[in-house]
Structures are given as structure tokens and as C-alpha cells.
């Protein structure tokens, strides 16, 4: 079946880098995501990646991807206070429709 | 470009009432879709729609849960006869046909006292 799974809480300092680990079990996932969500709010789309690469950067934001042992991490450089907030990691299910398959969330606490 | 918006925000009905809520897609997204998320979890699948047709509804969609996108653009869920059991966060995305990316709404909390 599919499953995701996630630690459920970081705490790092401000101006540390945050590293947020994910594995997943469906090895035919085409895409990972990463979604962060604040109290009371929707979710934010991060950043996603696609099962033929093995890394991407977008600014402060690396996601490494390892398929053979289907791990998933996001690093978030220079934390600031602004990034505590939930992390979601998510797989896109194997069903055509493209459904996301979400963990618990890991939930970043930054202290200043 | 406004985002996914739904409405209403927040809803608090008693036990056994009828309740609607509606998500207004971002224009030109073709794919739609519902999750349920609940207090310390992940959201979860539960139901999609491609243009007007809903292609992929989950086990957790019981019989009293319903979902339409007459026209292709906006979407509504109905949940009949609600149960303390289905306060949660509501939420809504929609997605390009390429790339596979959803965006999300806001959210309607539902309290069913």
C-alpha cells in the first residue's frame, strides 16, 4: 500500500539549517512534494520534485531524493522565525487521477 | 491569479444538519480535488473531479457525502446528516493539467457539535 511517513517535530535555531526527513513505499511515485502549512491556513505548495532527478535547489530550499532507499528530505537554509509552520511530504499516488498520498507532517519550531 | 478560494471559512452546524461548502478553482485548472485533514494529521484523498466528471471517489466518501462540478469550474460538497465524527478541515485543490502540481485552498473548518 501507500504510505508516507515523517518525524513530527525539528527545533532549530534561527539561522541554522533545517533538515526535514520523509520515506515513502510506492517506488512507481512520479512526483514528491513538499507542502508547508501555518496555523489555520491551507497549504502551501514548497516545492516538488520529479522521481528522475535525484536533487533540486530553489533558493533556500534543497530537496535531495533518494529512490532506492525512497527517502526524501528537505533542507531549509539560514532558518528564520517565518519558517516555523508544519512541513507535509507527499507522494503522488499510483491511481491516474494523481491523488497525493500525505505523512503526518513535521512540525518546525525556529527559536531565535 | 486569486488562488483556490473556498467558502465558508468556518462552519459550525449541529448534529444531523446539512451542510454545503464550495471551492472556486484556480482558472484554466482542469483537475480538482477534495481532502479531509483532521487535528495532528496529513489531509486525505477524497474524492476528484477532471473537468465536470468525478473520476476517483474514496472509501472514506460514505453515502452521506456528496460532490458535484457541474460546469468544470467550481465544485461543492454536501455532507447530509453530519456526525460529530466529521468535524474537520475541509480542503480544496486544484491542479494544471501539467505539471502535476495542486494548489491549495484555505481550508472550511466544519464543527458539528
Known amino acids: 500500500g501507500e504510505d508516507v511517513e515523517q518525524s513530527l517535530f525539528l527545533s532549530v535555531r534561527e539561522g541554522d539549517s533545517s533538515v526535514i526527513n520523509c520515506t515513502y513505499t510506492d517506488s512507481s511515485s512520479t512526483y514528491l512534494y513538499w507542502y508547508k502549512q501555518e496555523p489555520g491556513a491551507g497549504l502551501q505548495l514548497l516545492t516538488y520534485?520529479?522521481?528522475?532527478?535525484d536533487m533540486k535547489q530553489d533558493q533556500r530550499l534543497t530537496v535531495l531524493l533518494n529512490k532506492k532507499d525512497k527517502h526524501l528530505s528537505l533542507r531549509i537554509a539560514d532558518t528564520q522565525t517565518g519558517d516555523s509552520a508544519i512541513y507535509f511530504c507527499a507522494e503522488r499516488g499510483s491511481s491516474n487521477t494523481g491523488k497525493l498520498i500525505f505523512g503526518q507532517g513535521t512540525t518546525l519550531q525556529v527559536k531565535p | 491569479d486569486t488562488g483556490v478560494s473556498q467558502d465558508p471559512r468556518h462552519k459550525i452546524t449541529k448534529r444531523g444538519q446539512n451542510v454545503t461548502f464550495r471551492c472556486d478553482p484556480i482558472s484554466e485548472h482542469n483537475r480538482l480535488y477534495w481532502y479531509r485533514q483532521t487535528l495532528g494529521q496529513g489531509p486525505e484523498f477524497l474524492t476528484y473531479f477532471q473537468n465536470e466528471a468525478q473520476l476517483e471517489k474514496s472509501r472514506l466518501l460514505s453515502d452521506r457525502f456528496s460532490a458535484e462540478r457541474p460546469k468544470g469550474s467550481f465544485s461543492t460538497l454536501e455532507i447530509q446528516r453530519t456526525e460529530q465524527g466529521d468535524s474537520a478541515m475541509y480542503l480544496c485543490a486544484s491542479s494544471p493539467p501539467a505539471p502535476d502540481t495542486q494548489y491549495f485552498g484555505p481550508g472550511t473548518r466544519l464543527t458539528v457539535l
Open positions: 520534485i520529479f522521481s528522475n532527478m
